[in-house]
């Protein structure tokens, strides 16, 4: 259950097709494919108590004094993590696209490192990195959260860079900075007052993709022995019958509250300019 | 001392020379094209005003004051492109407003002049539209009234028209021209329509490849041009090489053909070899007893293009365009027949090569 449903479709316009019933015919199939094993575990968690239909699992769940703390230490880590990324990757972005064109498939290629090298790989490197002197990271728990977020944070920059970056193109960045420069604009005006807000939703799926990978993160988590959502998840799945199922609902129940938002904010910005359009 | 005064300035990129030596002194109020051809250096030209570039030498002086190096949001210059650039997050009218608030102006002051602005380009409707509600006129449109409400020393436009279509193009141009004219603002445009230039410019700058070919007013760029460049660009042109034959009378001869041009030709040797230009429409068939320039010419081809009618003829191996303008009652001769055409001897342009 560590990999949570990704809306890696957000942003992507669907072309139209010729054949209506051939396309729906498809939409039927992957439908089911997905709908089927979630129905599947929908139906299992309700069965937490003998011969009756119900929430008991949920109960329980949410009843496990692990679970909660589990739960809120992951939902902040992966705040963190979108805040940490955000700062990084978005003036980055931004630069390479106005000023250093040249370095955009090196950067691209940075980013895309986290792909490449298997979470297993990456823990024991920056376990033994950091685990002595100068660099020693590792002693506290706290400093290991810290290390933890800062993993997550290369672990977020694939998707993270994508969505930003498809978002710079969808604007033309240049020539929108270069016009608030003529107007008088300074860098961080033209940041906050023309980049930002053209990138929002760009921005917001970014951060949603970064939640839903840190949410569910298990393997660099339990080898740094952090008590966050993931190790809890597995150690549920070996002890528990029903309770991994309500998990999972919970879990998938987030996700899609995530998309309703980028969604909503989407959509926000076109039912505005419909407003203006009346007056 | 001219109110924008551009001297010698040159840019590399690399070793690439980009622009090379351009020098031009602009009075207040007025509307200046740079003319030529793609890649030849206009926007950068136009760019180092903005700010946008740094020139590799030289200097530019705007109301006696060296912005040669000043960053662009320090410079009170108006900037319009191609692609309009509205925000795409901010209506018409906080768009208008951005310049101001950037600048810290009081709330009643900006809603004023943004009034002032949106009743200047007359979309008094939209002003609470977004950009992608608008038209790509509209947008401009936006965009000019954006540039202006900062009151810009000078304002700066690159090729703003290209990106509609020409209905639009030809109303917005004129509009533009009323609008400098009213405000008395300076401005350059860049174009490399020969068409737009000479219809909205005091002075027009023809560009060929980083160098400045010619400087004048559309009717001495058009009636008089000074290099077969600028001749070639701004309008249709015949031309030719020949051979100068009497340097004196300012005789040369078209393949054997003479002709007699106004240009002085005391410089030269009788046997150099020159251009000789002629427009279509200093040609014509010679009806009553004309002096100079009367010529045997077979009638090869009649184009119809609308208010003209373009005549190919030969004189002599040498092929011209003639053109003359459609009327009912035009008496055009048959394909093949033998005419004589005249040019006077001012049309006879002798180009440096
Ligand atoms: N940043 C740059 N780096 C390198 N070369 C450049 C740069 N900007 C422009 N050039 C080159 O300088 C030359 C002139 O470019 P410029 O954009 O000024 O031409 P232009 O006259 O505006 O052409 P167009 O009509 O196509 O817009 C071109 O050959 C272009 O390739
Ligand atoms: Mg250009």
Not at chain 2, 19 to 40: A, H, T
Not at chain 2, 151 to 162: A, G, I, K, M
Not at chain 2, 291 to 319: C, P, W
Not at chain 2, 330 to 351: D, F, H, M, N
Request: hydrophobic share 45%.
């Amino acid at each position: 259950m560590t990999n949570l449903p990704v809306p890696a479709t957000v942003m992507v316009k669907r072309p139209a097709t010729k054949n209506r019933l051939g396309s729906f015919l498809i939409f039927l199939v992957v439908s089911l494919y997905f709908l089927v094993p979630l129905a599947a575990t929908f139906y299992w968690s309700l069965r937490g108590e003998k011969d009756v239909l119900g929430f008991e699992a949920y109960r329980k769940l949410f009843a496990d004094t692990n679970f909660l703390p589990a739960f809120s230490e992951s939902i902040l880590n992966a705040v963190a993590t979108i805040v940490l990324s955000l700062i990084i990757v978005v003036p980055t972005a931004y630069w390479v696209t106005l000023r250093l064109p040249k370095l955009r498939p090196i950067v691209e290629f940075i980013t895309l490192l986290p792909f490449v090298i298997p979470a297993i790989v990456l823990v024991f490197g920056i376990i033994r990195l950091y685990s002595r002197p100068p660099l020693l990271l590792t002693a506290t728990y706290d400093s290991s959260r810290f290390l933890l977020i800062c993993v997550y944070v290369a672990l977020s920059f694939p998707y993270m860079f994508r969505a930003v970056d498809n978002g710079l193109r969808a604007i033309d960045v240049r020539t929108l900075t270069e016009a608030a420069q003529s107007l008088g604009a300074s860098w961080p005006t033209i940041l906050f007052k023309v980049i930002f807000p053209n990138l929002r939703v760009a921005l917001l799926s970014g951060a949603l993709l970064t939640f839903a990978i840190v949410i569910g993160e298990l393997t660099i988590a339990l080898y740094m022995a952090q008590h966050t959502l993931g190790p809890y998840m597995a150690n549920l799945t070996r002890s528990k019958v029903y309770e991994p199922s309500a998990m999972a609902i919970v879990a998938f129940a987030i996700t899609w509250a995530a998309m309703g938002i980028i969604d909503f904010v989407g959509r926000g910005a076109s039912r505005r300019a419909q407003m203006a359009d009346t007056d | 001392m001219s109110y924008l005064s551009i001297s010698h300035i040159t840019k590399q990129f690399g070793d690439t020379v980009v622009v090379d030596d351009f020098n031009l002194d602009i009075e207040k109020g007025e509307f200046v094209s740079f003319l030529g051809p793609s890649g030849c250096g206009k926007t950068t030209t136009l760019r180092m005003v903005a700010g946008f570039e740094i020139p590799t030498s030289g200097k530019i002086l705007l109301d006696g004051a060296d912005i040669t190096n000043k960053a662009p949001n320090q410079r009170n210059v108006g900037m319009i492109f191609q692609s309009y650039a509205l925000f795409p997050n901010m209506t018409v009218a906080q768009n208008i407003g951005f310049g101001l608030s950037v600048r810290k102006e009081s709330k009643e002051l900006i809603a004023q002049r943004v009034d002032e602005m949106i009743s200047l380009i007359n979309l008094e409707k939209h002003a609470h539209k977004y950009p992608y509600q608008l038209s790509g006129g509209q947008q401009q449109r936006v965009s000019l009234a954006r540039a202006l409400a900062i009151h810009p020393q000078v304002l700066l436009l690159d090729e703003p028209l290209s990106a509609l279509d020409a209905k639009i193009r030809i109303s917005l141009r004129a509009e533009i021209r009323a609008i400098q004219r009213k405000l008395g603002i300076t401005a350059i445009f860049v174009t490399h329509d020969q068409e737009e230039a000479l219809s909205i410019s005091d002075r027009i700058v023809v560009m060929n490849s980083g160098l400045m070919e010619q400087v004048g007013t559309p009717f001495e760029i058009y009636n008089f041009p000074t290099t077969v460049f600028s001749a070639n660009f701004v309008g249709t042109l015949n031309n030719a090489s020949a051979e100068v034959v009497n340097p004196a009378k300012s005789l040369i001869a078209i393949n054997g053909v003479q002709f007699e041009s106004a240009v002085d030709l005391k410089g030269r040797k009788k046997g150099d070899k020159v251009r000789v230009a002629i427009r279509p429409e200093r040609l014509s068939f010679a009806s009553e007893q004309k002096k100079a320039n009367v010529v045997d010419a077979v009638i090869e081809n009649i184009t119809f293009l609308g208010s003209v009618v373009r005549i190919q003829i030969k004189i002599g191996d040498t092929k011209f365009n003639m053109d003359t303008f459609n009327n009912p009652f035009l008496e055009l001769p048959k394909i093949g027949s033998k005419e004589q055409v005249t040019c006077s001897r001012e049309a006879v342009l002798v180009l440096d090569e």
